[in-house]
């Protein structure tokens, strides 16, 4: 009769009949299985493929998955899911560290803590798989541009290197309008890498197109565009990394999300001031820092954002000097303006450079 009115108050608490912490592998995975008491009822490790989790998984219908964020953590999730089980994401990050890890020992950990108390792992969401592969479009961009930049550096250092320099030029007219200024002893070692470049240009391009028509798609960043320094490709990273604008229950929290608030490191009397946090997307938030850029450049348009961001940048420089001073301004306007974006994407409005309330 006790174990009855035990497990009647387990179930009252939300506890699951079963809980299932898998510490995910690229090959095998370590899972821990525990019941309402929290006693370890089975241990063991699967491979990280879809049959072999779906067939461990319908042994204990109704069980809560908890799972670490990781490479496989999209997939798997979909897949629990799918098979009808309530699935936590764990960010393992925000967890405090343990002296002696084991996978065995993480498995048991995400169980134990995903059987009481959910909120205690950080819990992250996962986008849904299309957006996924959208915004994977992004992302290689992304790593292109990066390649493109880092050929063009080298090359730039090699021709310094022997006493020349090339003129400045747009990465895309690089590879072209280089070349003959290349001395005859580096001809050899850099017209393979000029050829890449033609390639990777070649090749951005075609991602340019298709995040044209993934604009198109989702029409929300139209919207997003109307905003001065933002364009195709912030307001569809804008749309993707967010995902659902509802995940917010207050627009200033959008800032917080994507990083650009000061972190916290209090403890008694002390309390000092240190630089953002830097959590979430990074490429949204150097996207965002690039039109805050824009926005309190010498060819951003008149608004409110712009002479409070002139204001603070003013204020900054001659307390903090004019390097540390620009940053500062330039991170303030680009968290505000995470805070229209998501603000104009919620209630379907246009930019408006002077809104009313200001």
Known sequence: MKNGNAKNKAVQAGIPVWTIGIDLGDQKSDYCLVNQAGAVIEEGRVATRAKELVELLGQWAGARVVIEASTHSPWVSDLVSEVGQEVVVANMRELP??????????????????????AMLKPIWHRPAGERGDLAVLRSRGELVALRTGLVNHVRGLVKSHGGRLPGCSPEAFARRNWAQVPEALR????????????????????????????????????????????????LAFRLTLSDPTRFDDSRSVGAYLGLVPARAQSGQQDPHLGISKNGDRELRRLLAQAACYILGPFGPDSALRRWGLQLKQASVQRNGKSKGHRRAMVAVARKLSVILHRMWVTGEDYRPFPQAL
């Open 188 to 235: 050899t070692a850099v017209e393979p890498v000029l050829r890449v470049l033609l390639s990777v240009n070649e090749q951005i391009a075609v991602l340019n197109q298709a995040i044209a028509r993934l604009c198109r798609k989702y029409e929300e960043t139209r919207r997003l565009q109307t905003v001065p320094g933002v364009g195709e490709l912030t307001a």
């Open 97 to 118: 560290r343990q002296r002696q890890k084991t996978d065995r020992a993480d498995a048991r950990r995400l169980a134990q803590w995903g059987r009481v108390d959910v």
